[in-house]
T-cell receptor, first 115, second 109 residues
Framework: DGGITQSPKYLFRKEGQNVTLSCEQNLNHDAMYWYRQDPGQGLRLIYYSQIVNDFQKGDIAEGYSVSREKKESFPLTVTSAQKNPTAFYLC??????????????FGSGTRLTVV | DAKTTQPPSMDCAEGRAANLPCNHSTISGNEYVYWYRQIHSQGPQYIIHGLKNNETNEMASLIITEDRKSSTLILPHATLRDTAVYYCIVGTSYGKLTFGQGTILTVHP
């Protein structure tokens, strides 16, 4: 079955460490997105990528970095510069980002906790 | 980007129709209305979307007013498994969707 796989499901990080969250899709979707969700809140866009080797900052990109070397992969690195990284991170993809006639497919999320 | 307004919470009895409202008075002509839902600690699930005509699929119906300033998601026979946060979103350029805080729907036995 096609879908989006996020790993790991739970991740613990010590303060000052960088950590990379994985997101892989086999849907042949062009665009991929990273969102952050805090308890009781909606989703906020971190970064998005419409094509390979290109990506744009979302609303809360500070302290995060991404790469898009392959169409199916869009890893997110949470750097030590992110002051409050504990959150639920969601990856999504859509078939054609130039049109709003497509819905998003979401992964099951990674819950990051800084200890 | 057009914004949406939803009630923070709603209740519904099991087996009855759940009608979730959404206001989007600043929607532009080429923006779609999307509905997603999120069950606790899972990724959001796509439900339905529409431009100006009413839409129906196996999960729900979407009713969009003629002026497109509001819409209603209808779950025709709510079950306990429909308890979730429901997000009404208006499509932005380049496919970016902006999620608000949504409506917490609680279905009671």
């Amino acid at each position: 079955d096609g879908g989006i796989t996020q790993s790991p499901k739970y991740l613990f990080r010590k303060e000052g460490q960088n950590v990379t969250l994985s997101c892989e899709q086999n849907l042949n979707h062009d665009a991929m997105y990273w969102y952050r969700q805090d308890p009781g809140q909606g989703l906020r866009l971190i970064y998005y990528s419409q094509i390979v080797n290109d990506f744009q900052k979302g609303d809360i990109a500070e302290g995060y970095s991404v790469s898009r070397e392959k169409k199916e992969s869009f890893p997110l690195t949470v750097t030590s510069a992110q002051k409050n990284p504990t959150a639920f991170y969601l990856c999504a993809s859509t078939e054609d980002s130039s049109s709003t006639n497509y819905g998003y497919t979401f992964g099951s999320g990674t819950r990051l906790t800084v200890v | 980007d057009a914004k949406t307004t939803q009630p923070p919470s709603m209740d519904c009895a099991e087996g009855r129709a759940a009608n979730l409202p959404c206001n989007h008075s600043t929607i532009s002509g080429n923006e779609y209305v999307y509905w997603y839902r999120q069950i606790h600690s899972q990724g959001p699930q796509y439900i339905i979307h529409g431009l100006k005509n009413n839409e129906t699929n196996e999960m729900a119906s979407l009713i969009i007013t003629e002026d497109r300033k509001s819409s209603t998601l209808i779950l025709p026979h709510a079950t306990l498994r429909d308890t979730a946060v429901y997000y009404c979103i208006v499509g932005t350029s380049y496919g970016k969707l902006t999620f608000g805080q949504g409506t917490i729907l609680t279905v009671h036995p």
